[in-house]
């Protein structure tokens, strides 16, 4: 494979893994808002079979095994950053679909957690052992 | 308050969760063989353990994003990476250097932000 290549190949797997954690989450919010509260293992049971919950799961699943597989060619500490971002989009997604009102506070932590996120993530993912 | 509580739950079940995976995978070694070490998971207590931890995690996110902004949520289940920055710290022994320390205060300050 090029290098060209697997530069792109990466990015469409970056950007799938975002959007697909960011509108997993949004699709399972939008369809737990229709169900019934969950108080009980069944209800949350019940609650799995509602299409939008259910098209929540099955894009989250997606997300865990690309990423799972982008793992296995790109660094952590590519991987970590860029997904990173995906607590900005929930908030804008959030913002946009479910109309949640976001305070400037509310919008510096999100961006301090991203920047936080960032900073864990890179460096070297094989450090020593401390002693 | 229940928003906070089923927060701790997921924030919990998944630095338990990742703790063991991370404890039972670094036991076991490189996987050389995907079909083998897919065969074994099965065989690994601790592993089994995870994906429990993992399901409940994952049941408390649903309830929580049933009555917390998803704006809240998905941003504050980030509070996991300062717990296990700190136990992978002390009990898997790995080192963390001044960056990533930097990277968890900024994790905490802005879930604390959050809490505002």
Same mark, same amino acid.
């Given at each position: 494979?090029?290098?060209?290549?697997?530069?792109?190949?990466?990015?469409?797997?970056?950007?799938?893994?975002?959007?697909?954690n960011s509108?997993g989450n949004l699709?399972l919010a939008?369809?737990?808002?229709?169900?019934?509260?969950?108080?009980?293992?069944?209800? %949350?049971?019940?609650?799995?079979?509602? =299409? $939008?919950? *259910? +098209?929540g799961? /099955?894009?989250?699943?997606?997300?865990? &095994?690309?990423?799972?597989?982008?793992?296995?060619? %790109?660094?952590?500490?590519?991987?970590? =950053? $860029?997904? *990173? +971002?995906?607590? /900005?989009?929930s908030?804008?997604?959030? &913002?946009?679909?479910?109309?949640?009102?976001?305070?400037?506070?509310?919008?510096?932590?999100?961006?301090?957690?991203? +920047?936080?996120?960032?900073?864990?993530?890179?460096?070297?993912?094989?450090?020593?052992?401390?002693? | 308050?229940?928003?906070?509580?089923?927060?701790?739950?997921?924030?919990?079940?998944?630095?338990?969760?990742?703790?063991?995976?991370?404890?039972?995978?670094?036991?076991?070694?490189?996987?050389?063989?995907?079909?083998?070490?897919?065969?074994?998971?099965?065989?690994?207590?601790?592993?089994?353990?995870?994906?429990?931890?993992?399901?409940?995690?994952?049941?408390?996110?649903?309830?929580?994003v049933?009555?917390?902004?998803l704006?809240?949520?998905v941003?504050?289940?980030?509070?996991?990476?300062?717990?296990?920055?700190?136990?992978?710290?002390?009990?898997?022994?790995?080192?963390?250097?001044?960056?990533?320390?930097?990277?968890?205060?900024?994790?905490?300050?802005?879930?604390?932000?959050?809490?505002?």
């Open positions: 494979m090029t290098s060209s290549h697997l530069r792109w190949k990466t990015r469409a797997f970056a950007a799938y893994v975002i959007l697909s509108f699709f939008m369809g737990m808002h229709q169900s019934q509260e969950v108080n009980s293992v069944l209800s %949350a049971l019940a609650a799995i079979f509602n =299409p $939008v919950v *259910a +098209l799961i /099955v894009l989250l699943i997606s997300w865990l &095994l690309t990423r799972m597989a982008m793992l296995s060619w %790109a660094d952590l500490t590519y991987v970590l =950053p $860029v997904t *990173a +971002l995906g607590y /900005v989009v908030a804008v997604l959030g &913002l946009l679909f479910l109309h949640e009102v976001i305070t400037p506070v509310r919008w510096a932590g999100t961006v301090l957690i991203m +920047l936080g996120t960032i900073l864990v993530g890179i460096g070297d993912p094989h450090a020593e052992k401390s002693k | 308050m229940r928003s906070w509580l089923l927060l701790s739950v997921v924030v919990g079940a998944t630095v338990t969760s990742d703790m063991l995976q991370a404890f039972e995978m670094k036991r076991q070694g490189e996987v050389q063989q995907a079909g083998t070490f897919v065969a074994s998971i099965f065989q690994k207590k601790l592993l089994i353990l995870s994906i429990f931890c993992m399901a409940i995690s994952f049941f408390a996110f649903m309830s929580l049933q009555i917390a902004d704006s809240f949520a941003p504050a289940s980030a509070a996991s990476v300062v717990l296990e920055t700190i136990l992978a710290n002390i009990i898997l022994k790995e080192r963390v250097d001044k960056r990533r320390w930097l990277g968890v205060a900024c994790v905490a300050a802005g879930v604390y932000l959050l809490a505002l």
